[in-house]
């Protein structure tokens, strides 16, 4: 069955530094799509970054990167230069298939506090 | 504002009792997905609505039943209601089928749901 594991319930950063928040995955599908989302307090969900399972190249958006390691089926995200408002729930997901089409899959998600 | 509206955004209800939760996409979306927030399963994918007919399936209880109406706004009908159906209902909207890995959603605000 697939799986997503985010095995870092909370993380702290200090503004301005960077922070990786950690993602793998477990699916035998070839075809898959790797996604990362923002909960803020607020409570709606955000759409961050996007790495297809066959992309040679790293996703990046802004100050968000995606460190995708395929054969270790990992699928990090990179926050560069932390601000106060990235301080929120963040969620992994992989897209894979089922039924002739994809579904997602969630992790359970990692909530980051960036001190001032 | 993703543009996804939901209602209502607090619903309180007694157990037994059944709800409608509506959906009314991003204009020009014609996909519609379904999500489950609770403490205990985290994010759950539950049902996938294109163009007006079920396209994916994932964790949805014979209990729960959705449809998508012909100008595109979806509803959510949860019956037989029980303590641990309390959560947060997410809709989301996208212009992609769900056929491919890539598909960027946006997500409305959620319904609360809360069963006494």
């Known amino acids: 069955a697939q799986k997503i594991t985010q095995t870092q319930p909370g993380m702290f950063v200090q503004e301005k530094e960077a922070v990786t928040l950690d993602c793998t995955y477990d699916t035998s599908d070839p075809s898959y799509g790797l996604f990362w989302y923002k909960q803020p307090s607020s409570g709606e969900m955000i759409f961050l970054i996007y790495q297809g399972s066959y992309d040679q190249q790293n996703a990046t958006e802004g100050r968000y990167s995606l460190n995708f390691q395929k054969a270790r089926k990992s699928a990090n995200l990179v926050i560069s230069a932390s601000q106060l408002g990235d301080s929120a729930m963040y969620f992994c997901a992989m897209r894979h298939p089922s039924g002739g089409s994809y579904i997602p899959t969630f992790g359970r998600g990692t909530s980051l506090i960036v001190h001032p | 504002d993703s543009g996804v509206t939901q209602t209502p955004k607090h619903l309180i209800t007694a157990t037994g009792q059944r709800v409608t939760l509506r959906c009314s996409p991003r204009s020009g979306d014609l996909s519609v997905y379904w999500y489950q927030q609770s403490l205990d399963q985290g994010l759950q994918f539950l049902i996938q609505y294109y163009n007006g007919e079920e396209r994916a399936k994932g964790n949805i209880l014979e209990r729960f039943s959705a449809q998508q109406f012909p100008d595109l706004h979806s509803e959510l009908n949860l019956s037989s209601l029980e303590l641990g159906d309390s959560a947060l209902y997410f809709c989301?909207?996208?212009?992609?089928?769900?056929?491919?890995?890539?598909?960027?959603?946006?997500f409305g605000p959620g319904t609360r749901l809360t069963v006494l």
């Open positions: 989301a909207s996208s212009v992609e089928g769900g056929r491919g890995a890539y598909n960027e959603q946006f």
